[in-house]
């Protein structure tokens, strides 16, 4: 798409969003999308813009799936209630949702309306006069739109009777501000900076009613002085929203508020609030909310009731106390220190503690979403790399300058050294970036880059004056010129945009990236880079800093900034239109990691553009930490499946050799412990071979003798299944596990290899032969390519298949990839009524919400257990593009169905109190000791 398309298709979304806004329209479709492209096109000035191809790259943008949220609730003793609700009097959801059409496609909406309307029907029902408390947790994506849901929740709950809404927005200001501006824009409807000038939904319908008792300035928090001034009826009038950050003496204040109004006392003497039922949102639930105190339970499990909680979490539960009818609903990304928290912690003071017991909520990110799966290319079968990652380590020369800079470890009393190249690189990609946006038409968007290098604030304002003082220079030499040709910054944006953009496009157009534009002719970027480079801020968001990240002032222009910072940039601010992010800031927690990925979110039109410049190690920490929470969502959803209670079913988290899911601290009532896991049902691949040639010419021979053994038992490879495609590949069936096990032992797996080894594989199939009778009987494959280096196999030809190496991994001797499987690969064996069988087990892709033209892997192994398939083992010959080895790489993947009664093996878990409670006399689960030592 030519720039001049790209500026009509921004002019089209802002007709679309005027059109919906005005309620001229109900819902969008094709004819009114080609109707305003055509009027953007005459606006433009354009006589030759292609209609048809605007409104196909339209609607593909509005096509957006989202899959309903999963849900774990305990029913006892709560009855539905949001269905029953007359909605005709309903004031604040209905413009609410009207203002989120104008920023999000409809099918998101659609969802965020379903969603929250069951997560209102599982809170408490605000007409019933006798006392209720409901606990609950929400469980999103890292950026991905927590904010609008419970925006919308606080609507519906409001018109269905909540008289008050506290939402616990964070620890820092910046988040707070952040989070009431949005509170004003989707429930207020007006600013809250002393205006009143209305704003978001009060545009859309100004005669709605609320109270803010908070403010969007930096002291407009619930301050000593508010509190004593503060005086409305609570249980009459408008519903009142309070915005409040997880700050001691803004929630002393809160409370003694409360207390001061309450009209009633309880059987114990404390003032309680009966008549009025109160919502409250806790934003980052994981975030300070949790006690870090240890709490002791006597072996009865009763716990200790003159137990002291930490600050923070006592006066939220203090708060909660006050309110006789209340629901607490706790919202994050990273749910695993909410799950660690005690299910039956509570003290005389400040009573029950916060553990999720009567509902879990994990919601589904939309198909536009990049998440962490998607960034660290894991998302599918097949090895994606990572396009838009760039380590800042990967050379000697890099490294060094990173470490005589800033160090991974390193003290507040640090010297920097001289900013690095990489950083420059990054600075001058940010300007090309924001000069392609422009010439997109997104003219007015705001463009962010991020630097977060350092907690210590002394250190980023060091690193704020080093990029302050580049991008001086940038300037000079973009509008002034250089004195020298040879050392021209032209020339190295040039390289940099041949080097980098151009190919990193292309191969994005080629993957069918959603969220891309077309590129610019360099000259037209050239022109623009003097004007971008002088518009750029820079700004210090810290603890000492005066700056103010004030994105809402800049709203009809737009601003382009580098934010240096640390914690203030590590939990839910949002940082609109992020394209470049340097970061080389370590943590050992799981949750803090994952929430300083501010770079995740939605990058509609300029996804392309986006970096990630990081060190390799901490690339392998996302990595591990992306396949960890996607775990845990999974587990959520199998939980779902089953039907379970949040209270009945322990989650586990995967555990890493040097991550921890959070701080030790919240995790004093988990434990690490060695569960004992099966290969049944799963597909074991190896992903680290050796590149020794003595190995690799042992692993060949081994290979060579397996199948022709196989050729000499049972004869000739099978014919290939006929409805689908398997490219030079060969299989058997019905071979005795004697010939896989004599081929097993010979193999020679690489030292590096935990889980997906043949002596593991040998030991774990000869006990279920023994104790089951299962496994003795087996499939073999040899999976074959188009492409590659043909070698003979035992007489076969078969084609060395290509597997790059995984990039976040250390290589060091070996060779390592992310996947050696498709899920195709492993339904070789499988008839084509069999395929069918599977593909009917699960006939929607869960993002796309697209058919699925094969089955999944779980799926297949369902069908490959209740048909009674043998397992299957799958033989590859992997090639990387640099490796130049004469003899293959030979690399093995099994396929094992499932059994009810497969033997187990042990993997270390981190557990909460729920799991250990439930497994108490399970004398399998053998506790370990620090999780540092695993």
Not at 153 to 176: Q, T, V, W
Not at 213 to 238: C, M, W, Y
Not at 349 to 376: M, Q, T, W
Not at 687 to 701: G, I
Request: overall charge negative; glycine content about 6%; some cysteine.
């Amino acid at each position: 798409m030519s720039t001049e398309q790209d500026t009509i298709l921004s002019v089209t979304q802002m007709l679309l969003g005027s059109l919906i806004k005005s309620r001229r329209i109900e819902s969008l479709t094709p004819e009114i999308i080609r109707e305003q492209a055509t009027i953007a096109a005459t606006l433009s000035g354009a006589t030759d813009a292609n209609i048809d191809a605007l409104v196909d790259e339209l609607v593909r943008r509005f096509d957006v799936f989202v899959q309903r949220a999963g849900i774990l609730i305990d029913d006892d003793a709560h009855v539905r209630w949001a269905r029953d609700v007359d909605r005709q009097a309903w004031q604040f959801w209905p413009r609410c949702r009207t203002y989120l059409q104008t920023l999000l496609p409809a099918p998101v909406v659609d969802t965020i309306d379903e969603d929250t309307d069951r997560v209102l029907d599982l809170i408490g029902d605000p007409r019933i006069v006798a006392p209720w408390d409901r606990r609950g947790l929400v469980v999103g994506e890292v950026q991905f739109g927590k904010t609008s849901n419970y925006a919308s929740l606080a609507c519906k709950a409001a018109d269905s009777g909540y008289k008050i809404i506290i939402i616990l927005a964070g620890i820092h200001e910046s988040l707070r501000m952040q989070t009431q501006i949005r509170m004003d824009e989707a429930f207020l409807g007006f600013r809250t900076d002393g205006s009143q000038a209305l704003t978001g939904v009060g545009l859309l319908d100004p005669s709605v009613q609320a109270i803010a008792a908070t403010a969007r300035s930096q002291k407009g928090d619930f301050n000593k002085i508010v509190a004593e001034q503060f005086v409305v009826p609570l249980d009459s009038g408008p519903p009142i929203l309070l915005v409040v950050k997880k700050n001691a003496m803004m929630l002393r204040n809160l409370h003694a508020w409360l207390e001061r109004i309450a009209r009633s006392t309880d059987a114990a003497g404390h003032r309680v609030i009966s008549a009025v039922p109160a919502l409250i949102i806790d934003d980052e639930s994981d975030n300070a909310s949790v006690d870090t105190s240890e709490q002791s339970f006597n072996s009865e499990r009763q716990p200790d009731l003159t137990h002291r909680p930490t600050t923070i979490n006592e006066l939220i539960r203090k708060i909660l106390a006050i309110f006789e009818r209340k629901s607490y609903v706790g919202y994050t990304a990273t749910p695993f220190a909410n799950i660690f928290i005690h299910h039956e912690g509570a003290t005389a003071e400040a009573d029950k503690d916060l553990f999720p017991k009567n509902f879990i909520v994990n919601l589904h990110a939309p198909s536009n979403y990049f998440g962490p799966l998607r960034a660290f290319g894991l998302e599918g079968d097949e090895p994606s790399p990572t396009q838009l990652i760039r380590q800042i380590d990967a050379s000697d020369d890099d490294a060094g300058q990173l470490r005589a800079w800033i160090p991974a470890k390193h003290k507040q009393a640090l010297e920097p050294g001289p900013m690095p190249d990489t950083l420059r690189r990054a600075i001058l990609s940010f300007i090309i970036g924001c000069a392609v946006r422009k010439l997109r038409g997104q003219v007015t968007d705001h463009n962010s880059m991020l630097v977060h290098v350092t907690r210590f604030t002394r250190l980023q304002s060091i690193v704020f004056d080093q990029i302050e003082e580049a991008l001086l220079r940038f300037r000079r030499r973009l509008r002034f010129g250089d004195t020298s040709a040879d050392d021209s910054i032209l020339v190295e944006m040039r390289s940099l945009w041949d080097s980098d953009f151009v190919p990193t496009s292309l191969l994005l157009q080629e993957a069918d990236e959603p969220d891309i534009g077309e590129l610019p002719d360099w000259p037209l970027v050239e022109s623009m880079l003097a004007d971008v480079a002088t518009g750029i801020r820079v700004k210090q968001i810290n603890g000492l800093a005066q700056d103010v990240l004030d994105y809402d002032s800049y709203r009809e222009e737009g601003i382009d900034v580098i934010v240096v910072g640390g914690d203030k940039l590590s939990r839910g601010l949002t940082l609109p239109g992020l394209s470049i992010s340097y970061f080389t800031r370590q943590t050992d927690m799981y949750d803090t990691l994952l929430q300083m990925g501010r770079w995740f979110g939605y990058r509609n039109g300029y996804l392309d553009l986006c970096r990630l410049y990081t060190t390799w190690q901490l690339e392998r920490a996302f990595t591990h930490i992306a396949v960890a929470s996607d775990e845990l969502r999974r587990e959520f959803d199998y939980m779902v499946d089953i039907g379970a209670k949040p209270i009945d079913y322990g989650l586990k988290v995967n555990a890493h050799p040097v991550l921890a899911p959070t701080s030790s601290n919240k995790r004093r009532h988990a434990q690490n412990i060695i569960l004992y896991s099966s290969y049944a049902g799963g597909i074991s691949e190896g992903k680290s071979f050796s590149l020794d040639p003595l190995v690799l010419d042992h692993n060949k021979r081994a290979l060579d003798i397996l199948v022709e053994t196989i050729r000499r038992q049972i004869g000739e490879p099978l014919a290939l299944p006929v409805d689908r495609s398997y490219p030079g590949s060969h299989f058997w069936k019905g071979l005795p596990w004697t010939t896989v096990r004599q081929f097993l032992d010979a193999y020679k797996a690489q030292k590096t290899s935990t889980r997906a080894r043949p002596d593991l594989w040998v030991r774990y199939v000869d006990r279920q032969i023994a104790a089951n009778g299962e496994l003795a009987t087996w499939n073999v494959a040899l999976i074959g390519d188009t492409s590659g280096i043909l070698e003979n196999v035992g007489g076969l030809e078969l084609r060395r298949r290509k597997r790059e190496r995984d990039g976040a991994i250390d290589q060091g001797d070996g060779y390592r990839i992310k996947r050696l499987v498709t899920t195709r690969d492993a339904a070789i064996d499988l008839t084509a009524e069999e395929w069918q069988s599977a593909l009917r087990l699960d006939p929607v892709h869960r993002v796309t919400g697209k058919s699925r033209t094969e089955p999944t892997a779980r799926a297949l192994s369902t069908v490959r257990q209740t048909a009674g398939i043998n397992p299957l083992l799958m033989i590859y010959l992997p090639q990387a593009s640099d490796i130049s080895e004469i003899t293959p790489v030979v690399g093995l993947a099994i396929a094992f169905p499932g059994s009810d009664r497969a033997v187990r093996d042990q993997v270390v878990y981190t557990v909460n109190s729920v799991y250990q409670a439930g497994h108490r006399e399970d004398e399998e689960d053998e506790p370990l000791g620090d999780f540092e030592a695993v």
